[in-house]
């Protein structure tokens, strides 16, 4: 089933690549196990089908918005919105990004919740932001400098002389010619290579790690943990998309949590449940449906901004 999850996410996201399909098809021949699993991971898939395609359409909305920002006066009003209710601040403010966003609101580069964009940068390099992120730059003659304040960046580097670093509450990464992944999340930073490599230096004991291409690893300011292989659907989100193969509910309501609107949160009873498929993010409530009629769970609303994920009793 792990392998058939696998196979299934790799396709879903290369779905021309010629020597992705003749290893899927090899793989495939080799015994009958392979193909019940495959049978059954494309049965759970296609559940998802009108998702995927909705999620088509959402990528090329986001585009289309991209051009067109709202001022920061008009920003601020939605904020003193949302904010207006003692409760809703609160929760607001303990329970989403909408905290990193405050203490960045005046970032070089920022996404609201539920909104995915990318930029070029003036070397060339390309980044793209995730929902509810935030990021400064500074770039100086002799250094290529990005601050991490919330949120999630995919970064790919262009080739040139001066360094290039990402700095993080954690501490510091120095790409080495790369593509690749950076989180910040309570009191840790989500690392994860896609091509090259990354040095991660710890903030706190300067402890250092070269993480290759294929690896991914978390560290705090003193520590840094071992890595483990690379999630190639990591750079999904960057296409509109939530890859998913065989992870918690808790984690994927971690991962969701960014591009829904108010509090998103899971019962412990629940929260190892397994959960497999591809998402489009630009709609979490129809998400949240299909795992409510796939998953024993009931999602409850007690009021507009408060979603808690409970056991179907």
Same mark, same amino acid.
Request: aromatic share 8%.
């Given at each position: 089933?792990?392998?058939?999850?696998?196979?299934?996410? /790799?396709?879903?996201?290369?779905?021309?690549?010629?020597?992705?399909?003749?290893?899927?098809?090899?793989?495939?021949?080799?015994?009958?196990? =392979?193909?019940?699993?495959?049978?059954?991971?494309?049965?759970?898939?296609?559940? @998802?089908?009108? !998702?995927?395609?909705?999620?088509?359409?959402?990528?090329?909305?986001?585009?289309?918005?991209?051009?067109?920002?709202?001022?920061?006066?008009?920003?601020?009003?939605? !904020?003193?919105?949302?904010?207006?209710?003692?409760?809703?601040?609160?929760?607001?403010?303990?329970?989403?990004?909408?905290?990193?966003?405050?203490?960045?609101?005046?970032?070089?580069?920022?996404?609201?919740?539920?909104?995915?964009?990318?930029?070029?940068?003036?070397?060339?390099?390309?980044?793209?932001?995730?929902? %509810?992120?935030?990021?400064?730059?500074?770039?100086?003659?002799?250094?290529?400098?990005? =601050?991490? *304040?919330?949120?999630?960046?995919?970064?790919?580097?262009?080739?040139?002389?001066?360094?290039?670093?990402?700095?993080? &509450?954690?501490? /510091?990464?120095?790409?080495?010619?790369?593509?690749?992944?950076?989180?910040?999340?309570?009191?840790?930073? +989500?690392?994860?290579?896609?091509?090259?490599?990354?040095?991660?230096?710890?903030?706190?004991?300067?402890?250092?790690?070269?993480? +290759?291409?294929?690896?991914?690893?978390? @560290?705090?300011? +003193?520590?840094?943990?071992?890595?483990?292989? %690379?999630?190639?659907?990591?750079?999904?989100?960057?296409?509109?998309? *939530? *890859?998913?193969?065989?992870?918690?509910?808790?984690?994927?309501?971690?991962?969701?949590?960014?591009?829904?609107?108010?509090?998103?949160?899971?019962?412990?009873?629940?929260?190892?449940?397994?959960?497999?498929?591809?998402?489009?993010?630009?709609?979490?409530?129809?998400?949240?449906?299909?795992?409510?009629? &796939?998953?024993?769970?009931?999602?409850?609303?007690?009021?507009?901004?408060?979603?808690?994920?409970?056991?179907? +009793?």
């Amino acid at each position: 089933m792990r392998q058939a999850a696998d196979w299934y996410a /790799r396709l879903s996201a290369d779905p021309h690549d010629a020597a992705i399909g003749a290893a899927w098809r090899r793989w495939h021949g080799q015994s009958e196990a =392979h193909r019940q699993a495959w049978r059954y991971v494309e049965r759970v898939g296609r559940r @998802f089908a009108a !998702l995927q395609e909705d999620g088509d359409t959402a990528v090329r909305t986001l585009r289309a918005a991209r051009r067109t920002e709202l001022s920061r006066r008009q920003a601020l009003r939605t !904020l003193g919105v949302l904010s207006g209710g003692a409760l809703l601040g609160w929760f607001g403010w303990r329970d989403t990004h909408l905290a990193g966003l405050v203490a960045a609101w005046c970032a070089d580069y920022r996404t609201a919740t539920g909104e995915v964009r990318d930029f070029l940068l003036a070397d060339g390099t390309r980044i793209w932001l995730n929902a %509810a992120s935030a990021l400064d730059s500074d770039y100086q003659p002799r250094l290529r400098r990005l =601050h991490l *304040l919330a949120g999630e960046v995919l970064i790919d580097t262009a080739f040139e002389d001066r360094p290039f670093v990402v700095d993080t &509450a954690e501490g /510091r990464l120095r790409a080495l010619g790369t593509r690749f992944s950076v989180t910040q999340q309570d009191g840790h930073t +989500r690392l994860a290579v896609f091509e090259g490599a990354v040095e991660v230096r710890t903030a706190g004991s300067g402890a250092a790690r070269i993480v +290759r291409a294929g690896e991914q690893l978390r @560290f705090d300011r +003193r520590a840094i943990g071992d890595p483990e292989p %690379a999630a190639q659907a990591r750079q999904a989100w960057s296409r509109g998309l *939530l *890859l998913v193969d065989d992870m918690s509910l808790a984690e994927f309501v971690e991962e969701l949590s960014g591009h829904h609107r108010g509090y998103l949160g899971v019962a412990p009873e629940v929260a190892g449940l397994r959960v497999m498929g591809t998402y489009p993010l630009h709609d979490s409530e129809r998400i949240l449906g299909m795992l409510e009629g &796939a998953l024993p769970i009931v999602v409850q609303r007690p009021l507009p901004w408060w979603t808690s994920i409970e056991a179907r +009793r």
